[in-house]
């Protein structure tokens, strides 16, 4: 059955759809409050979910185990993208600071990257780690851009690019051919990075698209090629689930592309959404950063584990 299911959400653009998710689970909109949501991890050991709302400079915490939301951290450094290490640590890139941070399991906090080459970061956005410990990140200019989600600043490097953290700490550019670079996931075998370029945002004609590279062995990017173009607003962050698929944030929703980079479906949310992740026991309930507002859904798909 093709088209949107009627008090569902869910939109069904290719067969393939209709095995992603469950015929009567509805969309819920679990909290309201924020001014731009964003950022979004889930924490298996203890249930809950952390997603920044970054112009109010805070850090918000859904706790699964009875709906309620509280401050997890405030201020946050304007903190944008968040991920999860392999050893259960809140990994957060801040635009404040313009930088990325480990938060310790004693709650101290360690500072990733916040230079390169000797000249501070732009604003780092989004956040990922991969299985040997290396964090990758983007580093856009949106928090220098103005006030309202960081500090007005001129850029120091004078350019957007994606980094890699080693585990040694040494950090290297791994694509600089980006306008705005935005959310990034590796696929479930890590051979490719999914990165979104967002240049749109500040040129009518730059990239809403989403390009694909290939992992090497020694970790650095080949290829690049355009993977998929948004046809409502621009793709801002997303997650991979254990087939493959992409669940990225757009203007009406989330999209849902197959392998191929076909939109084969849509989540409809009443707002601009900007960023998604799998949570849940089973990874199978993807939470929603609508603009003012925290959503859910249960899926018939599990998400990629970040641990």
Not at 74 to 99: A, F, K, M, W, Y
Not at 184 to 205: C, K, N, Q, R, W
Not at 214 to 232: M, Q, W
Not at 248 to 263: F, P
Request: hydrophobic share 35%; glycine share 12%; aromatic share 10%.
């Amino acid at each position: 059955m093709f088209g949107e299911i009627e008090g569902t959400g869910f939109e069904v653009l290719d067969a393939e759809f209709e095995g992603c998710f469950v015929g009567h689970a509805r969309v819920e909109r679990l909290w309201t409050g924020a001014r731009w949501s964003e950022g979004p991890v889930w924490f298996a050991a203890g249930q809950y979910f952390l997603w920044s709302d970054i112009p109010n400079n805070r850090i918000l915490r859904f706790d699964d185990t009875d709906g309620s939301v509280s401050t997890f951290r405030q201020p946050s450094n304007n903190s944008n993208g968040h991920t999860v290490d392999r050893q259960g640590r809140l990994i957060s890139c801040e635009h404040l600071t313009r930088r990325v941070t480990r938060t310790e399991l004693n709650g101290s906090i360690t500072v990733i990257a916040d230079t390169y080459d000797g000249k501070r970061l732009n604003s780092p956005n989004d956040v990922v780690v991969k299985s040997d410990g290396s964090i990758w990140f983007t580093d856009p200019s949106y928090g220098i851009l103005m006030d309202y989600e960081g500090e007005r600043a001129d850029s120091e490097i004078g350019a957007c690019h994606v980094y890699r953290v080693d585990p040694n700490g040494a950090i290297q550019i791994v694509a600089d051919d980006y306008v705005k670079p935005n959310g990034l996931a590796f696929s479930p075998d890590e051979s490719v990075l999914y990165i979104a370029d967002t240049g749109i945002t500040h040129d009518p004609d730059g990239p809403k698209h989403i390009r694909r590279h290939t992992v090497n062995p020694d970790n650095t990017l080949g290829g690049g090629d355009v993977f998929a173009t948004c046809t409502e607003g621009l793709f801002d962050g997303f997650r991979v689930d254990l087939d493959g698929r992409i669940w990225s944030s757009a203007a009406d929703g989330v999209h849902c592309l197959n392998t191929e980079g076909k939109l084969i479906g849509k989540i409809h949310i009443p707002e601009l959404v900007g960023n998604v992740c799998f949570g849940g026991a089973k990874l199978n309930r993807l939470f929603i950063c609508g603009t003012t507002s925290l959503y859910s859904v249960f899926l018939n798909v599990n998400g990629v584990s970040p641990v």
